[in-house]
Nanobody, 117 residues
Framework: QVQLVESGGGLVQPGGSLQLSCTASGGILSISTAGWYRQAPGSQRELVARLSTTGSTDYADSVKGRFTISRDNAKNTVYLQMNSLKPEDTAVYYC???????????WGQGTQVTVSS
């Protein structure tokens, strides 16, 4: 059973930075489209950033220029570097691994990010 485990969430002041990490069992992240999604209270889950196996990236317009997604295959880990955080970035952030050749779709349990003074 593949497990994705997120870490790095917490409370940060506006303008601050956080780095989220997502580690997967079985080395699956290196062969997956890896993504970070978020869900704020009362809102639908939305894409934040996505990284393909070829290195191409997609970002939500609201985070472009502030967030960066990256991958370390040797550590089976995907990161989300979040800078210049705003209160509207407050949400539970989820990691996702989607199969590109094999059909699978795994999610982590989520990590809370709160941006508040």
């Amino acid at each position: 059973q593949v497990q994705l485990v997120e870490s790095g969430g917490g409370l940060v002041q506006p303008g601050g930075s956080l780095q989220l990490s997502c580690t997967a069992s079985g080395g699956i992240l290196s062969i997956s489209t890896a993504g970070w999604y978020r869900q704020a209270p009362g809102s639908q889950r939305e894409l934040v950033a996505r990284l393909s196996t070829t290195g191409s990236t997609d970002y939500a317009d609201s985070v472009k220029g502030r967030f960066t997604i990256s991958r370390d295959n040797a550590k089976n880990t995907v990161y989300l570097q979040m800078n210049s955080l705003k209160p509207e970035d407050t949400a539970v952030y989820y990691c996702r691994a989607e199969g590109t050749i094999l059909h699978y779709d795994y999610w982590g349990q989520g990590t809370q990010v709160t941006v508040s003074s």
